[in-house]
């Protein structure tokens, strides 16, 4: 519904006076009455077929963006390819509350206070759109606040799709614990074509300036950052993973959490395997001899997702039997499909986009006016090659076998991207298929979070795709939410510690992806691990069952993996076993694996840190044993 600017939102929000001023001087304030609203105002006054997003800044017209009317939904475009995904230095903080993150003074050499300003009186001039919305899903959200420019209503719309949709009436009275506005031309206007999204915190609100229209910083990852925050102030924390049920065909159910830095496979986690044209599982390729390695698996595990990115470990679901209760901090998911390259390979996924029950929000897809968005149909960027960053925002309702209740999480894995490790050429891409650790390694690898080998979702500083591209690592950081943290790494650390010690009767597993030594093997690895601890009733194993690894920071290894009787051979689970790869090869990928943990965890070591910590920190800095680590955190099995 449009409304006048007197009554634009209800008196019964609480929101600072000078919010309720901008929005009382616009022109124009439409507070959409339903999501289809929403959807029309998101096509333009026109109602498609394609509608600029323009801005005048510099005293020219700007295209931040172009949204097209398909038959299955809108494809939001970007005419930069630096606009399609998400920039690592975007976010600044405004406030001087403690935080390791940049600081907008120190950047920019003022406060944002006048920025801040001019952004209110910039939205008072323009046509708003206004939504409430609750930070961290419907369930346990904290009721927020939405205002940016009608022309935008595109970014609204993506927004209220992630965090689910609500009405001022449902909400009632209130006080926004969390309000992000949006302001595109200041991306020209004040900070020469970068993104540039800035955290305002207080004990009890938390700002969010979003000056560009990607949504990934602001309205999804942003919203991560207030939940970090509110959080960190509670003691709790919202985990970046994914999370299924996953079921074998004797019924038997296993709650998998999977943890990793971006790439690192949270979505695939939930995603069925890969089979060849004939029913066979390629699990590896060597990339030497270019021999594939298949198995057979007759029956799989049937899969019922319950988180995808952003986990809630909130408190209030927590029941005190030694497992953590978790539960989805979204009502929709901002799915990647840039493995999706023909039809066929995700049939499930493609039905629930190609068919969706309304209209769905795609992001850097090839839309053609009034045709089929398709989920392998990539937009180009300018060197003709698919972006690598596509995205459709998908509500959980549309996820066949979708779990809406909190769960109990069995087994902790966490995902790692390793590059190919030859004798030829050694790397630290020596993660044997699947790997058990105590408690206190499994903290080590959450600490550092490395991210490596072609990670997709975001661009990289230079000086990390300096070291991506030569075979090195970049740590995303605690917890690997780090980057959406606005607070510091040592409390961010001691509340993830807290967290894994407080839940005793909990399986910590690491498994890579792309690659096993020499053998290439996508996310194969990660699939069959899955199936497997399900089998093995939540990856229930017995100490003869394990051998300690050959570097101490994978922990044990076990000694067989067998899937429907057949045996997974033992070079993938020990790869310095790999003619390819041998000993040698593999203790100077130990040494790059320790070195680089070596140098992250030392900027933990501060008076701060917990003393359990100290010493888990010191025993990796002293090239500390499996059974040393174990003496400090005993292993669940």
């Known amino acids: 519904m449009s409304t006048t600017a007197e009554s634009a939102v209800p008196l019964f929000v609480d929101m600072p006076a000078s919010v309720r001023a901008a929005i009382a001087a616009s022109p124009r304030v439409v507070i959409p009455a339903t999501r289809a609203e929403l959807y029309q105002l998101a096509l333009g006054p026109e109602g498609g077929p394609v509608f600029s997003v323009d801005y005048e800044a510099n005293g020219e017209t700007v295209t931040e963006a172009t949204v097209t009317r398909c038959r299955n939904g809108i494809a939001v475009n970007y005419p930069e390819d630096y606009m399609r995904r998400r920039d690592p230095r975007c976010m600044l903080i405004a406030d001087e509350r403690p935080t390791n993150k940049d600081r907008y003074i120190d950047r920019f050499g003022e406060s944002f206070d006048r920025v801040k300003q001019e952004t209110l009186d910039w939205l008072a001039t323009q046509e708003l759109v206004v939504v409430p919305f609750k930070a961290g899903g419907l369930t346990f959200g904290s009721p927020s606040l939405a205002v940016m420019p009608l022309n935008s209503a595109f970014f609204a719309l993506t927004l209220v799709d992630l965090q689910g949709w609500v009405t001022f009436e449902e909400l ?100 069925d395997l890969r089979r060849e044209d004939d029913g066979r599982i390629l699990l590896g390729m060597n990339v030497i001899t270019r021999e594939p390695y298949y198995i057979t698996l007759s029956e799989t595990c049937e899969l019922s997702p319950v988180t995808d990115d952003m986990t809630l470990c909130h408190p209030a679901v927590q029941t005190g039997d030694g497992r953590m209760v978790v539960a989805d901090a979204e009502d929709g998911w901002f799915v990647r499909v840039d493995n999706l390259r023909q039809y066929g390979e995700d049939v499930h996924f493609e039905r629930a986009v190609i068919h969706p029950k309304e209209p769905l929000v795609f992001f850097n897809m090839d839309g053609a006016p009034d045709a089929t968005v398709l989920p392998w149909e990539h937009t180009l960027d300018s060197n003709g090659k698919p972006c690598p960053n596509p995205r459709v925002v998908i509500p959980r309702s549309n996820i066949d076998n979708i779990i809406n209740t909190p769960e109990s999480v069995d087994v902790r894995t966490f995902g790692v991207r390793m590059p190919a490790c030859t004798s030829d050429k050694p790397t630290y891409g020596i993660m044997g298929m699947t790997h058990f650790v105590p408690p206190s390694i499994a903290w080590l690898w959450r600490l550092i979070a490395p991210r490596g080998d072609k990670n997709p979702s975001i661009g990289e500083a230079a000086d990390a795709v300096e070291r991506l591209e030569h075979g090195g690592m970049v740590a995303e950081g605690v917890g690997s939410y780090w980057p959406f943290s606005t607070g510091t790494k040592v409390d961010a650390a001691n509340l993830l510690l807290r967290q894994i010690m407080a839940y005793p009767r909990t399986r910590y597993v690491l498994t890579p992806n792309q690659h096993i030594g020499a053998y290439k093997v996508g996310f194969s690895a990660e699939w069959l691990t899955r199936e497997w601890l399900a089998r093995k009733g939540g990856g229930r194993m017995r100490a003869n069952q394990l051998e300690p690894a050959r570097c101490a920071l994978f922990g044990y290894t076990p000694t067989e993996i067998t899937l429907d009787g057949q045996p997974v051979r033992r070079t993938l689970l020990t790869p310095e076993l790999q003619s390819g790869v041998g000993v040698t090869a593999y203790d100077a990928g130990a040494a790059i694996l320790a070195g680089f943990f070596k140098a992250e965890l030392q900027q933990f070591l501060t008076d701060d840190i917990d003393p359990l910590g100290r010493q888990i920190i010191e025993l990796c800095m002293s090239d500390g044993t499996i059974e040393d680590y174990e003496t400090l955190t005993p292993m669940f099995l």
């Not at 540039?196 to 950052?225: M, Q």
């Not at 924390?237 to 959490?257: C, K, L």
């Not at 999977?258 to 986690?269: D, I, N, R, V, Y």
Request: with cysteine; hydrophobic share 30%.
């Open 172 to 271: 009632g009275e209130y006080t926004p614990r969390s309000i992000l506005y949006v302001a595109p031309p200041f991306r020209q206007t004040h900070y020469e074509g970068k993104q540039v999204v800035v955290h305002d915190r207080s004990e009890t609100l938390h700002e969010i300036f979003a000056y560009n229209l990607y949504p990934g910083p602001s309205a999804k990852k942003g919203v991560f950052s207030v939940l970090l925050d509110i959080g960190e102030q509670e003691g709790w924390i919202t985990a970046h993973a994914s999370s299924v049920r996953v079921t074998t065909p004797y019924d038997n159910e296993t709650i998998v959490m999977h943890e990793g830095a971006s790439g690192g496979g949270k979505s695939e986690m939930c995603q």
